[in-house]
């Protein structure tokens, strides 16, 4: 096999003789996963699920049906990413709204009663957190759940 070494004029190959140089701001304006930035998007998928129970479009996937554990899901995941960032008064808003969803599933409720303990702990709050943790509540969740799936 022949290969020509001749440039025939048509393609402009002068930009791969210049040197790249790439600002440092150009490297660091792409978001970075750090934790303040999962809370960002995390906020923002609550902000985007409609109220209820009305369908989500997930397009190019399948439209979600019931929001409610996709919901609850975000709001566990909330919670864990501001205790890890060592805020526990804002990770016990979204693990109480947590624990109140009644549709949610029953792993994710129990999620949301340590996390909302945790961060009861973490204000010196103890009494909170052992009502966070109490049997009737775990008790009321799992019947709760129960009855809502028609167990």
Not at 35 to 41: E, I, P, S
Not at 100 to 109: F, I, N, Y
Not at 124 to 129: I, L, M, P, S, V
């Amino acid at each position: 096999a022949v290969v020509s070494t001749q440039s025939t004029g048509i393609l402009n190959t002068s930009f791969q003789q210049q040197t790249k140089r790439i600002s440092a701001d150009l490297v660091n304006a792409g978001p970075t996963p750090t934790l303040t930035y999962a809370v960002l998007c995390l906020s923002n998928s609550l902000d985007l699920l409609p109220p209820g129970s009305e369908s989500v479009k997930c397009l190019p996937a399948a439209p979600v049906k019931d929001p409610s554990e996709l919901r609850a899901s975000v709001l566990c995941k909330l919670a864990y990413v501001w205790l890890e960032l060592g805020d526990p008064l804002q990770a016990i808003k979204p693990a109480q709204s947590l624990i109140e969803q009644d549709t949610a599933p029953v792993h994710l409720r129990l999620l949301g009663c340590i996390y909302a303990a945790e961060a009861n702990i973490l204000m010196d709050k103890t009494y909170e957190a052992t009502c966070c943790l109490s049997r009737d509540l775990v008790e009321r969740i799992k019947h709760s759940s129960s009855t809502a799936h028609g167990e």
